[in-house]
């Protein structure tokens, strides 16, 4: 008999087999074994089970004779359906018919694995220890992922900016806020098999963007990359690509990151943000934002309802501060602490969100 490897927890194993005296072997074969075991006898009871259990494993006859209408196939069927909880628990037909019609119409319904009666134990027993072996790999691999996803929201999750991050080959593998909303928009979607997919870009741009992910995914950690992507009718998009850290998978490549910058995906600090970076007063940081979305000074003074002249007097003020001579400097400026300053509105104290304009 075929041990289980010591371990804190025993795997618990759903048995159905309306035979009692080959339901009785298989349950003392497999609680020699180290494993939890459930029987049942029909569908209605293994169904009992499974409203308050779940088991890691399920081994079931294909002929429940007490069950009418109902085999091991319909249950499978049920169960899959049912409770989707179980999606990863490995599910095994037993039965006696051993021909290849059979085997087949298992594989085609889905079903995990195959056992011929008469029970070979030592088979049965190298079965569910490979099934098992095979679920822990899978669950530890969807854990990893959670995790690695966790880390990455809470690092891109709080940014005012667009982010994707995506492997060598241009899957999808996360999407803050910002980029979503960029999606509902058109200006990128993922495809069918969870590729990142460009509308509106031309095939040149695309073939030069997927040459940068390929070749970040195989750089070192903090190399970066500049792609401009045209887009027919809507200008360009901007890509900046950084090589962060690797999958931790087989294929050791790592992640990419892309922060996108579009007419769409402008990044603004909040005023309260931009007035403590460079000790503005509120109508000159809310002057300063209004230009930064593009209003031109004329624009600006309808909006404030003030004059040109005294537009121009705060935007000196502004230049002052903030260091700079120009206002394309300013704009720069304003756009860079967009990205890098998450928004900053609810101070404390403060009952309502700020206002940009």
Not at 112 to 129: E, G, S
Request: net charge negative; hydrophobic share 45%.
């Amino acid at each position: 008999m075929m041990a289980v490897e010591e371990t804190a927890y025993r795997a618990c194993i759903l048995c159905i087999e309306d035979e009692a005296a080959l339901l009785a072997d298989v349950e003392e074969e497999l609680t020699a074994a180290g494993y939890r075991v459930l029987t049942a006898t029909n569908a209605r009871q293994a169904l009992q089970h499974l409203e308050t259990r779940r088991p890691e494993l399920v081994l079931c006859d294909v002929m429940l004779e007490s069950d009418e209408g109902q085999d091991g196939y319909s249950l499978h069927r049920h169960v899959r359906e049912r409770f989707p909880e179980l999606a990863d628990s490995p599910f095994i037909l037993l039965t006696a018919l051993g021909h290849r019609d059979a085997v087949l119409r298992a594989k085609l319904e889905g079903v995990d694995d195959y056992l011929v009666k008469p029970v070979d134990y030592d088979l049965l027993l190298a079965t569910i220890k490979a099934r098992l072996a095979q679920v822990r790999r899978l669950r530890r691999e969807v854990a990893r992922r959670d995790d690695f996803l966790t880390r990455m929201d809470r690092v891109f999750g709080p940014l005012p900016g667009a982010v994707l991050l995506s492997d060598g080959a241009g899957q999808l593998l996360y999407a803050n806020a910002q980029a979503q909303v960029l999606a509902q928009q058109g200006v990128w979607a993922s495809g069918r098999q969870g590729q990142i997919v460009w509308p509106d870009t031309g095939q040149a741009s695309q073939a030069a963007l997927q040459r940068s992910l390929l070749e970040l995914s195989r750089s070192a950690e903090g190399e970066r990359r500049l792609v401009v992507l045209e887009q027919r009718g809507s200008g360009s998009l901007l890509v900046g690509l950084s090589c962060l850290e690797p999958r931790g998978d087989a294929r050791c490549e790592h992640v990419v990151a892309l922060y996108l910058c579009a007419a769409q995906s402008r990044s603004l600090p909040s005023r309260e943000a931009l007035r403590l970076m460079y000790g503005l007063t509120p109508t000159e940081a809310r002057l300063a934002l209004l230009l930064a979305r593009g209003l031109r000074s004329e624009e600006v003074a309808e909006t404030m309802a003030i004059s040109a002249s005294t537009v121009a007097f705060h935007l000196r003020n502004v230049f002052a501060k903030v260091g700079v001579t120009r206002q394309v400097d300013l704009v720069a400026r304003i756009l860079a602490l967009g990205w890098a300053v998450p928004d900053l509105c609810w101070m404390e104290g403060e009952r309502q969100p700020c206002e940009l304009g």
